[in-house]
């Protein structure tokens, strides 16, 4: 029985976000000649979607490069396609190490219309961050006081606030400030509340230096430029992947062609035979379709990695102002709810509470050219609960939101824009996160390829990769690229064996 070796091998990868495209763009400049990518949506780069909106662009996903230094592949493409600013370029940029969280200075407001001074948001930002910093260094010790950061930190938070000397007032209001930078949390973990974030792993996420930075032409323009360098028309667009079947023999029409261990079944009864097909789609799309993705369908451990490992919602709502009522300097208004002394991260009310999620705003842009755009950020149930609600009822709760904490009652948006990662059907959230319970072998579970080690049947039958693959570098685009690229090098060396006694041998030597 004849099969397509080495580079004639049919890849067909499932996804065109960052992952699929530079799993592609491996894989094709190494030489394979029958490599075609699916996609269930009409457009490529997935989670990376920029938009116009004002004068300028906004990013309905992916904002920054976390950590943009030589060590980070998507900072090394966005500056081989000259797609930065010098600035972001510079080495001093790449330098610069925050441990993950940009150095912005936020502006707080309470609910009753105050501005918070320096001596209240300091002391309060700093204990969060010490307290988080601390969180990070239970992985890897077995060591786990609390199963989640959301209950450590709670607990670290009253031990160290019931030796402050402050009156009930100012006490009251930094613990209103604690709540809200719990919820900025849950927008970076892309988790309803970090009650369900895993305390253990929770250190497992690595970061890279570098002053995060954007793209002066939206993230897309990545996306753009690398799909340049795949040969024309290997995308079929509008085709969601229905079934990946395995481990079988499939006889394509003409008898005299070899047979494919693999077919994939498309929603519009297309059928793709291949040898390898790498599956991309997000955590959120394999959790809803476990079941039914797969057939012969996936191994139990598999599954229940799926199951475990996080996945939750993180939007953006921007809103566009005639003109700013923030300073200048300002990069991020964020809300303090007075009534929040208790530390809560998820409200017990999600349809009248929502907007209380709502950490705050960073300043998107704002000058005469671009326009003054905030974008407001809500993560968890109350998120999704959003999107579910008219552009109307949006606008108004924000700009209701706006005018009680800045206590100005002429504030109102111009425009209001959301994002809604919960009900797109290929995506189903936003990222994934390392919920409680879970470990990086849940991680490994889901990137293992099919068939099992130890199987007969052909290897690398179907392989995993995407942002939720990543071990460190999860819920980000270079976490994304570096397992799509990982994905695509098992390939190669699988297809293409170095031969004994010449390269890859010799360059060990
Ligand atoms: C709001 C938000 C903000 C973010 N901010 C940042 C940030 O600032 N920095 C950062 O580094 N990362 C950020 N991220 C994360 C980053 O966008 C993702 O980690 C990354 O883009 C994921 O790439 P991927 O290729 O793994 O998946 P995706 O981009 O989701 O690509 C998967 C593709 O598969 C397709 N698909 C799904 N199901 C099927 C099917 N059945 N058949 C065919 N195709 C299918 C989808 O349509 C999609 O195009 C953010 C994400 C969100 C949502
Ligand atoms: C794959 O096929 C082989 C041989 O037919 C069989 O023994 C094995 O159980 C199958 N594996 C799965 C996961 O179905």
């Known amino acids: 029985m004849a099969m397509q070796a080495g580079l004639d091998a049919h890849i067909v990868i499932v996804g065109c976000g960052i992952s699929g495209i530079g799993a592609a763009l491996k894989l094709t400049q190494h030489g394979f000649k029958n490599v075609k990518i699916l996609e269930a ?23 920054w490069i976390h950590g943009p230094s030589k060590e980070n592949p998507v900072f090394r493409l966005a500056c081989e396609h000259k797609l930065l600013d010098d600035k972001s370029m510079s080495e001093e940029n ?130 753009h430029a690398m799909m340049k360098g795949l040969p024309q028309g290997i995308v079929s667009y509008n085709t969601p992947v229905k079934c990946v079947h395995w481990n079988g023999s499939f006889r394509p029409t003409q008898p005299s062609e070899p047979t494919y261990p693999v077919v994939v079944e498309c929603e519009n009864g297309e059928i793709v035979p291949a040898d390898h097909v790498i599956v991309t789609v997000s955590l959120g799309y394999l959790k809803q379709y476990c079941q039914t993705f797969l057939n012969p369908p996936l191994p139990l451990h598999k599954a229940h990695s ?20 923030w300073d200048p300097s300002c990069q991020v208004i964020s809300l303090a709810w007075e009534d929040e002394s208790s530390l809560y991260d998820a409200t017990p009310d999600v349809k009248k509470l ?34 579910e609600l008219s552009d109307a009822e949006v606008k108004e709760s924000v700009t209701e939101v706006l005018r009680r904490f800045i206590g100005d009652s002429t504030i109102t948006p111009k425009r209001v824009f959301r994002s809604k990662w919960h009900s797109d059907l290929y995506t189903k959230g936003s990222y994934s996160y390392l919920s409680v319970g879970c470990s990086i072998s849940d991680i490994d579970n889901i990137g293992q390829p099919l068939p099992l080690p130890g199987s007969n049947s052909r290897p690398f039958q179907v392989l995993f990769a995407g942002e939720a693959t990543h071990p460190s570098f999860y819920s980000t685009t270079h976490g994304a690229l570096l397992s799509g690229w990982r994905e695509a090098d098992r390939l190669i060396s699988y297809s293409t064996p170095s031969v004994p006694g010449t390269g890859n041998l010799n360059s060990k030597l």
Request: glycine share 12%; aromatic share 12%; hydrophobic share 35%.
């Open 94 to 223: 790449q330098a610069v190490d925050v441990g993950g969280h940009p150095p912005f200075v936020p502006v707080f407001y309470s609910s009753s219309g105050k501005r918070l001074g320096p001596e209240i948001v300091e002391p309060a930002s700093q204990l969060f961050s010490s307290l988080l910093k601390n969180s990070q260094e239970f992985f890897g010790t077995e060591i786990e006081p609390y199963p989640s950061v959301g209950e450590y930190m709670k607990k670290e938070i009253m031990h160290h606030t019931a030796q402050w000397k402050d009156d009930a007032e100012t006490k009251r209001l930094k613990m209103a400030i604690l709540s809200t930078m719990l919820k900025l949390e849950c927008s970076i973990c892309g988790s309803h509340s970090m009650d369900l974030v895993g305390l253990g792993s929770f250190g497992s996420y690595q970061t890279l230096p570098g002053i995060d930075c954007t793209f002066p032409g939206g993230y897309e323009s990545l996306i």
């Open 306 to 325: 799926i199951k475990r490992m996080g996945f939750g919602t993180n939007n953006k709502i921007f809103l566009e102002f005639e003109k700013p009522f």
């Open 354 to 387: 929502w907007v209380k999620k709502l950490f705050g705003f960073t300043v998107q842009h704002s000058d005469e050219r671009l326009g003054h755009v905030l974008c407001g950020w809500i993560a968890g149930h109350e998120s999704e609960y959003m999107e």
């Open 41 to 63: 949506s009409g457009r490529s780069g997935g989670r990376i979607k920029s938009t116009s909106f004002g004068n300028g662009i906004v990013e309905i996903g992916a904002n």
